[in-house]
């Protein structure tokens, strides 16, 4: 129902659009002075009053249909007034349920009565919504199509449209930012409703695997989240050891020695490798490096655990690296051909030119894409999940295994699950942490790539 | 076959004995972009102490013949060059010549100011750095004082050295880059077209500049000014479409030219 009137509505406004142009285009106007705006504004005008107006209506009862006829079947159920919120939400989707026809035992006379209720209420709501449609669309087609005189300036009105348009569209973008970072919040509070802050900030260990149910056998529980912060920044430090001094060196060869041959030919290799899926890397990691890491551990006689934080790092700094370098070879092509010409004009040898001239102009640039990186090995899950560790150990031997705060929000969430329960609650409270950690990462980021743009 | 009179070769020698030595010297040099041939058997005489100006349209040529004598060109990939260049008698292009120190023999101010992303002391004291010129921290200071004062430029940033070379104007960023060039000491200083960015007032004080430094150094500048051309050398080279097509003394050039092409370029008829 609704998908046809938005198909009647773009029909409408595409008729009203020729309609318009027609009308712009028609001798009456052309004849006595100069047009403000060309037939096209016009008929585009036209069409933005017969279809927005009703396309913003129709979204707007679409999105409060449901919860206005709800209230209305709930307010005239017998006895509703005593109910509590939960018990009229069940009440609601037992009506709803049988009235689509799914019925799980026989309703109640008052069920009945109120299916009823709600099936006269939609019908009389679709009604109404067509009716209204037609008539905006109506309205609006022939106050757009009218609003056409010489002197009208359709131009401006089209242009003002599509700006308000744009601001809308960017805005749907930050509110569901703001969304996201609301409802995160909000269940952050809630845990630390139930474990304090302070031991959630300071607490030097990890062991959230409390009881759910009563019939559950489990520890006490601890919730510092010390020891998974220094495993995720373990973790990032082994794969930046591996994605920095990797990609800044490729990218300089890449620039500044190879050939247009192995250049086209690498490139797209590197690329490539920035679009493997992360769980790919996560088999590679845990099938290939892993063995390898350990077997490498015990040869030269240390502690060795099957899933290290030296294969996730590792792994995850050659996923980085094409990240880095892509980055870190922008930032050398932004110097200009000029200046390494005044430096080998000066006898520098091309190390040298790179070293001294290429290295401190194009850093802003580099620093940015490290944060990048480092900010994407923070917040990166898979291949953690499938290589590094569960338990949280706080070691400084890159062949034991740690664990880090992305693998502890998916082991938390996975499973009995139930949002009145620090445990469960504990997922929020770490991806708190986690987002503010990478937004603050990328805020630097951005700035200092945004510094190091005003140079030149 | 035309014997001398005795009197004749002692005059041709004792004109010999005035003119300035050969500094630089270039022997039929082509040179290639690729397919296409941007130079033809150019033959040109650099002299010692003397300012040679290079002339001619645009696109004929100047700042590749400029470019193969501290062999910039070696820079460009697809840019090949033949023929002989000598710097004091040696060839340049020889495989024994280590191209390094060639640069710091040749050096080169570009069309527009190209000054390091770095403090305006840094961007002075780069060359001497590089090629180890000064054992300590007050010999390098001494060195970047002095170019920038023969650079012209001390005064106007003596109280700002650790500011960065980029932030200055135009004319000072030029000056700034003579002043780079003049810091590790080289015979020969090229120029291509080192005023074509700057105004009236920065261009006045960079001719004045050019004069001054003759004194100590060879320099061959790339003009597109009859008049910068006229005002600051002595020799003025005329090419056209990858030709030489007349050398002589600047003077003679620009009044009493011997190719037809030099007087309507000079006049100008064309370019
Ligand atoms: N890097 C290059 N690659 C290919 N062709 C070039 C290059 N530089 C110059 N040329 C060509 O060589 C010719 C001479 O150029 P150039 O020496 O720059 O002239 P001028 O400095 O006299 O204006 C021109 O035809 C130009 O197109
Ligand atoms: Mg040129």
Redesign the interface.
């Known amino acids: 129902m609704a998908g046809y009137l938005f198909g009647f509505m773009a029909l409408a406004a595409f008729v009203a659009a020729f309609l318009g142009a027609a009308r712009g285009r028609s001798k009456r106007f052309a004849a006595t002075e100069k047009t403000h705006s060309r037939p096209i504004y016009h008929g585009l005008n036209a069409a933005i009053w017969t279809g927005v107006p009703a396309f913003v209506f129709l979204l707007l009862w679409l999105l409060f249909q449901n919860s206005v006829i709800d209230m209305l079947v709930i307010g005239s159920y017998p006895g509703a007034d005593s109910l509590s919120g939960s018990e009229k939400n069940l009440l609601i989707s037992e009506i709803r349920q049988v009235a689509a026809g799914s019925v799980f035992r026989e309703p109640t006379p008052e069920i009945t009565a109120a299916v009823a209720h709600l099936k006269s209420l939609q019908a009389l709501s679709s009604w109404a919504m067509l009716a209204v449609v037609a008539a905006l669309v109506a309205v609006g087609a022939f106050l757009g199509i009218r609003a056409i005189q010489t002197r009208y300036p359709a131009r401006h009105s089209v242009e003002r449209s599509v700006t308000w348009f744009m601001m809308f569209s960017s805005l749907v973008a930050i509110l569901t930012t703001a969304g996201i970072v609301l409802s995160l919040v909000y269940e952050a509070l809630q845990f630390f409703a139930r474990v304090p802050a302070t031991e959630f900030l300071f607490g030097l260990r990890w062991e959230p695997q409390i009881a759910i149910r009563a019939d559950q056998v489990a520890g006490q529980g601890a919730f510092g989240m010390i020891p998974v912060l220094f495993g995720t920044f373990a973790v990032s430090a082994l794969a930046m050891a591996v994605a920095i001094p990797t990609g800044i060196l490729s990218a300089i060869y890449l620039t500044e020695y190879a ?1 247009e041959r192995f250049r086209a030919v690498v490139k797209p290799l590197l690329e490539i490798l920035a679009g493997i899926p992360t769980i790919v890397y996560g088999f590679f990691a845990v099938l290939t490096v892993a063995p390898l890491v350990r077997s490498l551990g015990l040869s030269i006689g240390i502690d060795s655990a099957p899933n290290s934080a030296l294969a996730a790092g590792g792994v995850m700094g050659i996923m980085l690296i094409p990240f880095i370098s892509s980055l870190s070879d922008d930032a050398f092509a932004a110097v ?1 051909r ?12 091309k190390g ?1 030119t790179i070293r ?2 290429l290295l ?2 194009a850093l802003p640039g580099i620093v940015g894409g490290v944060l990048l990186a480092l900010s994407r090995a923070v917040g990166e899950t898979m291949i953690v999940v499938m290589a590094a560790g569960l338990i949280a150990k706080m070691t400084l031997n890159p062949f034991e295994s740690v664990t880090t705060v992305t693998v502890q929000i998916v082991t938390l969430l996975i499973g009995d699950s139930e949002f009145d329960n620090p445990k469960t609650l504990a997922a929020f409270a770490l991806g708190l942490v986690l987002f503010i950690i990478t937004l603050g990462l990328n805020l630097i980021a951005l700035r200092t790539v945004r510094k190091y743009r005003e ?2 | 076959m035309n014997i001398m009179t005795e009197a004749a070769v002692e005059q041709k020698v004792q004109a010999g004995l005035n003119e300035p030595a050969v500094k630089m010297k270039g022997e039929s040099v082509d040179v290639h972009y690729g397919e296409k041939q941007a130079l033809f058997g150019v033959n040109l005489d650099i002299r010692e102490n003397q300012v040679t100006a290079l002339i001619g349209p645009s696109g004929c040529g100047k700042s590749t013949f400029l470019r193969c004598l501290n062999r910039m060109n070696d820079t460009i990939d697809i840019a090949r060059v033949s023929g002989k260049i000598t710097l004091d008698g040696e060839d340049v292009y020889d495989p024994k010549i280590d191209v390094v120190e060639l640069r710091a023999r040749v050096g080169m101010v570009f069309q527009k100011p190209n000054p390091f992303p770095k403090s305006i002391y840094e961007n002075v004291a780069y060359g001497p750095r590089i090629h180890g010129l000064t054992k300590n921290r007050a010999e390098l200071d001494g060195i970047v004082e002095s170019s920038l004062k023969k650079a012209a430029l001390w005064n106007e940033v003596k109280d700002r050295l650790n500011e960065s070379g980029t932030g200055l104007s135009g004319g000072q960023q030029q000056r700034l880059c003579i002043a780079r060039a003049i810091a590790v000491s080289p015979e020969v200083i090229l120029m291509d077209e080192p005023c074509s960015a700057l105004d009236p007032i920065a261009t006045a004080k960079v001719e004045e500049l050019i004069d001054e430094l003759r004194e100590n150094y060879t320099i061959v500048i790339v003009t597109h000014s009859m008049q910068q051309a006229a005002r600051v050398s002595q020799r003025t080279a005329m090419f056209h479409i990858g030709y030489l097509v007349e050398e002589g003394a600047t003077e003679k050039m620009f009044t009493n030219p011997d190719d037809k092409r030099t007087q309507d370029y000079i006049t100008g008829r064309f370019g």
């Open positions: 050939n200009p000029a200046i390494r010409e005044g430096s080998f004009a000066l006898g520098a040898t040298e001294k001239v401190p102009a140079k030149y």
